[in-house]
């Protein structure tokens, strides 16, 4: 059965760091596509970044890109999202999802959810 667990939020202050993990069971990482996404209060979930089944690595959302990294370690079978230079905007739930495919995409074809991680940003 495949599941994904993350873990790794928290609050920090803006400009501090954080890195999201998400555990995957059930399936090896070569297999799907893993994204990453956050839903804020009152806000559509928004696709943040994702990784392929080959290693490749995209970013969707403009405010992040120079401050979040996905990455992966297939021994561990987990995929990571370092988050740096917070800010108070990007506090959101964060969710890891596998994609039906190897490739990745914004929002549609993922399958399977996590429970969400919070992330709060405040001073």
């Known amino acids: 059965q495949l599941q994904l667990v993350e873990s790794g939020g928290g609050l920090v202050q803006p400009g501090g760091s954080l890195r999201l993990s998400c555990a995957a069971s059930?399936?090896?990482?070569?297999?799907?596509?893993i994204g990453w996404f956050r839903q804020a209060p009152g806000k559509e979930r928004e696709g943040v970044s994702c990784?392929?089944?080959?290693?490749?690595?995209?970013t969707y959302v403009d405010s992040v890109k120079g401050r979040f990294t996905i990455s992966r370690d297939t021994a561990k079978n987990t995929v990571y999202l370092q988050m740096n230079s917070l800010k108070p905007e990007d506090t959101a739930v964060y969710y890891c999802?596998?994609?039906?495919?190897?490739?990745?995409?914004?929002?549609?074809?993922?399958?399977?959810w996590g429970l969400g991680t919070q992330v709060t940003v405040s001073s």
């Open positions: 999802a596998a994609r039906a495919f190897r490739l990745c995409a914004p929002a549609t074809g993922y399958m399977n």
């Open positions: 059930g399936f090896t990482l070569d297999s799907y596509a």
């Open positions: 990784i392929s089944g080959s290693g490749i690595t995209f």
